[in-house]
């Protein structure tokens, strides 16, 4: 197993956002004093995960500042506030180089703010760089980039997993709190498996995602109905803060909080699904995770899950969605099942394949426009992480992280990191 250097965590890396803001608040500590601290860590693990292509060291330090400043004079904007995160470097960002992994791009500087990151940065959140991703998305491993290849920070001989595999290292690494993501067949989720945090991704247009390289042609046409924003973060909650901050409205308001609702006690139906052929590995740590879901007083459903490739087109994109909570949702609020089919591959066996993770069990939520959630839920033989994932029905986000959060804190698993 390949081994990495021992470095000193942030000031506060173990807590959550809600705990670093309150510490922030009551002045037990301040955003330029977290800062600080991860910046000290990017710089000494980067050269060996590679999670960031662009630190802004300058313009976080001018945006912590300012945070801390705001704070002092009861200026409270909430819990991002002082927050140390970082965005996947396919969003723009104003003044700073976005580049999507690609060589084409590598001097390309935006602008303006993608609608997203303008939103990180009126919630007072200290954007501190741009992290590392397979080239324009189109890949599933992380291997692929104009920067390098993004190493995976539980075992640099496996893949962190892709597009989003900068920001899954980044935050496994404690480089920072969370990160703006995306997540067209898997690209935020599967990474988070691979390297043992939380990915989560909205329903279908829940967070605007216009200035995705802006200006530029996407890859293709159909890539505009299966891209949703992502986010990736150490804890459910904290993905629950960051979603708070960026997403239009939530269940029909514009003042509700998916944080404040985690600890309802919701009655829950729950799906297993029945139709997916996963490692045997997989396949007993995933039966483990459900008897934990069990313990907790769901009851769960065996359910055919609609999984899907994309061969046939998007031709029947939007009647399908419309159609899809009749004909999987009728007796079921959740559907659970692995996030890989298989464990972790290593470098050596993905290095001729981009799409060598395979994305076949989380495909259909992008297809669906389904709200989804990947929570570490155990490991494999090798001690590499691996992945639950809970699906919920159309605009049933709050449902998915209500569940996730649940099992996060009966399971334990999100509070394990790899010794760095």
Partial sequence: MSSLPMSTPPPNSDCGVAELARSFREGRCSPIEVLAGCLKRIERLNSHVNAFITVAERSAAEA??????????????GLLQGIPVAVKDFYDTAGIRTTAGSKNFRDRIPAADAAAVGRLKRAGAVIVGKTNMHALGM???????????????????TIAGGSSGGSAAAVASGMCWATLDTDAIGSCRLPAACCGVVGFKGSF????????????????????????????????????????????????????????????????????????????????????????????????????????????????????????????????????????????????????????????????????????????????????????????????????????????????????????
Avoid at 331 to 336: E, Q, S, W, Y
Wanted: net charge negative; with cysteine; proline share 7%.
């Fill in 64 to 77: 912590a500042e300012r945070a801390a400043t705001e704070i002092e004079r009861g200026e409270h904007r």
């Fill in 139 to 157: 890949g599933t491993t992380g291997l692929e980039s104009a920067f390098g290849p993004v190493r995976n920070p539980w075992n640099a001989d």
């Fill in 205 to 420: 247009g829940l967070i605007d995602i216009s200035g995705i390289l802006g200006g530029e042609p996407p890859p293709s046409e159909d890539i505009r109905w299966l891209a949703h924003a992502g986010v990736t973060a150490r804890r459910v909650e904290d993905a629950a803060i960051v979603l708070d901050a960026l997403a239009d409205r939530i269940q029909g308001s514009p003042d509700f909080s998916c944080a404040a609702r985690l600890n309802d006690k919701a009655a829950l139906r729950v799906g297993v699904a029945a139709n997916f052929a996963g490692d045997i590995v997989v396949s007993e740590v995933f039966e483990r995770a459900l008897e934990t879901i069990r313990g907790l007083g769901f009851e769960t459903h065996r359910v055919a899950v609609p999984l899907t490739d994309f061969t046939k087109g998007v031709a029947t994109i939007e009647s399908d969605r419309r159609a899809i909570a009749g004909r999987c949702f009728a007796d079921i609020d959740v559907l659970m099942l692995p996030t890989m089919p298989h464990p972790t591959p290593r470098v050596v066996e993905a290095s001729k394949n981009p799409l060598a993770l395979s994305a076949e069990l989380t495909m259909f939520a992008n297809y669906f426009g389904l709200p989804a959630i990947s929570v570490p839920c155990g490991f494999d033989g090798r001690g590499l992480p691996l992945g639950l994932q809970i699906v919920g029905k159309p605009r049933g986000d709050v449902s998915v992280l209500q569940l996730a959060y649940r099992y996060q804190n009966a399971s334990g698993f999100t509070e394990l990191s790899p010794l760095l």
